[in-house]
């Protein structure tokens, strides 16, 4: 069986990255690069920016109430 990019789903790959904006550790199927060869930092988004940027916005409401904090 093969997903929509013509990935076989029987066999999960086992490579990941980090997107950069909310820090989720995904398959690198899940993620898009941003750049190229010819760039020295390659950074990775989610493809799914709607719930790439709830974790991101999760992630700094919780850091702004960890700081309110006595």
């Known amino acids: 069986m093969t997903d929509a990019q013509g990935d076989t789903l029987s ?3 086992t490579d990941t ?3 950069w904006l909310c820090e989720a ?3 690198i199927r899940l993620l898009r690069p941003d750049g190229g060869a010819a760039c020295s930092d ?3 988004y989610c493809i799914d920016a ?3 940027t709830q ?3 999760d992630r700094g409401a919780s850091r702004t109430a960890n700081a309110a904090l006595p």
């Open 55 to 57: 974790r991101w916005t």
């Open 11 to 13: 066999q999960p790959s």
């Open 17 to 19: 990255e980090t997107c």
């Open 25 to 27: 550790r995904l398959p």
């Open 42 to 44: 390659l950074r990775w």
């Open 50 to 52: 709607q719930t790439c």
